[in-house]
Structure formats: structure tokens, C-alpha cells
């Protein structure tokens, strides 16, 4: 196998690869992740907050028809004239009174109560549009540190890409084609040599039999990190 014009070719894809790296594990690119996190929690938290509120007044509509009518079947108790009752419809009356004020007391108190989770629901309603229109704002900045970021790497990425180009031509197809395969599976390197006897890249162990098998064909992929191990004398 032509290893010499492969490593070569790594040689300089290595500074690609650690570009793209850069690039990736940007620390303003990660910010903007999570601010487009934050963003999207607070617009379902929002909708969440909007139908909460719907609920609440829907609840107090129909709680105002029951104090209404409560009010009402209040006044029609107090207007019957008592002079042309009996003692027993009195009573009755007086206990219908009683059932109305109390039904009065547990409507009210479930309107204070209704009042209270309204306001609850909008003061998180507007931390939480305060939270969204803060994600956006920063976003906004590191957005545009991550972009120069990128600016300034992509004539120097253009670069290397012209010289991978341009050495790919003494590379064989085949073991090109293994290395692009690795290299997009995030392997680098994607060859490395054999230490001792152990994988170049993650240190594992080689059997007899393995490191036996990789003299003989001079390349053998590590069972543990997926590179090419490759032997040379
Ligand atoms: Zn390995």
C-alpha cells in the first residue's frame, strides 16, 4: 500500500481537520445553540401561558353567569311577601336565603382566586417574553462572532482544500476512497502506526495474531477506534 503519498496527504488535512474542529466546537456557535434553545422554550412556554390565560377568563365568564344568577334567584327570595306566607314557607325562604349567601361567598372567593392565577399566568408571560427577546438579542452578537470566525477561516480552508486536490492525484483510488470514508466518520487520523505494539491513535493492545496479520498486509483497522493501522519496518 502507498502509505508515504497518504500520509502526506493527512499531513495537510490535518490542518483542515483542525480548522473544521475550531469551527465546531466554537464556543459562540455552542452559545448560539443554546440560545436557540432558550428562544424556542420560551415561545412554547408562551402558547402554554396564552392558553392558561384563555382557560382562566373562559372559567370566569361562566363564573360571573353563576353570580349573576345567584343574585338573581337572591332577589326573587327577598321580594316574596312574607305577609302572605306560613311559618313553614318562612323558613324555607329564609333557608334559601342562607344557601344563596353562602353560594355567594364560595363564587367570590373562586373569583379572588381566578384573579390570582391570571395574574400569575401574566407576570410569567411576560418574564417569559423577556427571557425570548434576551435569547434573540445575544444571539444576535455571538451569531456575528461565530461568522467572522468563519470569514477568517474559509480562505485558509479554500487553500487546503486545493492542496488535498492536487496531492489526491498520487494517492491510489482505493486507499483514497478508505481515508474519505474514515475522515467523514470524524476518524482522524484516519492512519496511524503502530506503537509498539498497540493502535497509533487510542493505545489498544494488538493481539499476536492481529499484529502477525498486519505485517503481512502491511494495514489493519483497530477493532476499538476504527483507524488504519499501518506497520512500517
Ligand atoms: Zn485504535
Given amino acids: ?3 508515504t503519498s497518504i500520509l502526506a496527504y493527512q499531513e495537510v488535512d490535518k490542518k483542515l481537520y483542525s480548522l473544521e474542529q475550531d469551527l465546531a466546537k466554537d464556543p459562540n456557535k455552542k452559545r448560539c445553540n443554546d440560545l436557540n434553545q432558550t428562544a424556542r422554550t420560551s415561545q412554547q412556554k408562551s ?3 396564552e392558553e392558561q390565560a384563555g382557560a382562566i377568563l373562559k372559567e370566569l365568564g361562566e363564573l360571573k353567569k353563576s353570580i349573576d ?22 323558613d324555607e325562604a329564609v ?3 342562607d344557601r344563596v349567601t353562602s353560594n355567594l361567598t364560595a363564587l367570590d372567593k373562586r373569583l ?3 384573579a390570582e392565577n391570571i395574574n400569575h399566568v401574566l407576570s410569567e408571560f411576560n418574564r417569559t417574553i423577556k427571557l425570548y427577546n434576551e435569547a434573540k438579542q445575544q444571539y444576535q452578537k455571538f451569531k456575528a462572532a461565530y461568522d467572522a470566525k468563519v470569514k477568517e477561516s474559509e480562505p485558509k ?3 487546503l482544500s486545493k492542496q488535498l ?5 498520487n494517492i491510489n483510488p482505493k486507499t483514497l476512497e478508505i481515508y474519505k470514508a474514515k475522515r467523514a466518520d470524524k476518524i482522524f487520523p484516519v492512519f496511524v502506526q503502530l506503537l509498539g505494539n498497540t493502535c497509533g491513535r ?11 496479520k498486519l505485517k503481512n498486509e502491511q494495514i489493519l483497522t483497530c477493532e476499538n477506534c476504527r483507524s488504519v493501522i499501518y506497520y512500517k519496518q
Wanted: proline fraction near 0%; hydrophobic fraction near 40%.
Fill in 1 to 3: 500500500m502507498d502509505i
Fill in 47 to 49: 402558547s402554554q401561558l
Fill in 69 to 90: 344568577a345567584t343574585k338573581k334567584h337572591g332577589a326573587e327570595v327577598l321580594s316574596s311577601d312574607v305577609s302572605e306566607l306560613t311559618v313553614e314557607q318562612i
Fill in 95 to 97: 333557608s334559601k336565603k
Fill in 112 to 114: 379572588t382566586k381566578l
Fill in 157 to 159: 480552508m479554500t487553500e
Fill in 165 to 169: 486536490a492536487a496531492l489526491e492525484k
Fill in 202 to 212: 487510542c493505545r489498544m493492545e494488538l493481539s499476536a495474531s492481529a499484529i502477525s
